[in-house]
Nanobody, 124 residues
Framework: QVQLVESGGDLVQAGGSLRLSCAASGRTFSSSTLGWFRQAPGKERDFVAVISWSGDVTNYADAVKGRFTISRDNAKLTVYLEMNRLKPEDTAVYYC?????????????????WGQGTQVTVSS
């Protein structure tokens, strides 16, 4: 069992930055692949970024590539999402999720555990 708790969401102006954190509990954290997804109002949940258990493989959605950075600290059982040059279209509830195995999947259905989400609002 893995429990995930996101934090760091806020209201920020376009062009600003935020860092989201996702604190995990559970002995399998260090061997789990972790992802960030987001859901804007009235839309489906979309993939944002993923990081392998070792941290050496990352992948990003095209919409955030070059602006967002995913990282993890296995000693602290935490995964981060550094978001820069934020745009109004980045407004969404951001979720972290974990899956067993090393493949850095972007498919929502591959992830077993989910956090409750944290709201990010970017004003123009």
């Amino acid at each position: 069992q893995v429990q995930l708790v996101e934090s760091g969401g806020d209201l920020v102006q376009a062009g600003g930055s935020l860092r989201l954190s996702c604190a995990a509990s559970g002995r399998t954290f260090s061997s789990s692949t972790l992802g960030w997804f987001r859901q804007a109002p009235g839309k489906e949940r979309d993939f944002v970024a993923v990081i392998s258990w070792s941290g050496d493989v990352t992948n990003y959605a095209d919409a955030v590539k070059g602006r967002f950075t995913i990282s993890r600290d296995n000693a602290k059982l935490t995964v981060y999402l550094e978001m820069n040059r934020l745009k109004p279209e980045d407004t969404a509830v951001y979720y972290c999720a974990s899956k067993y195995g090393s493949s850095p999947s972007s498919r929502e259905s591959d992830y077993k555990y989910w956090g409750q989400g944290t709201q990010v609002t970017v004003s123009s």
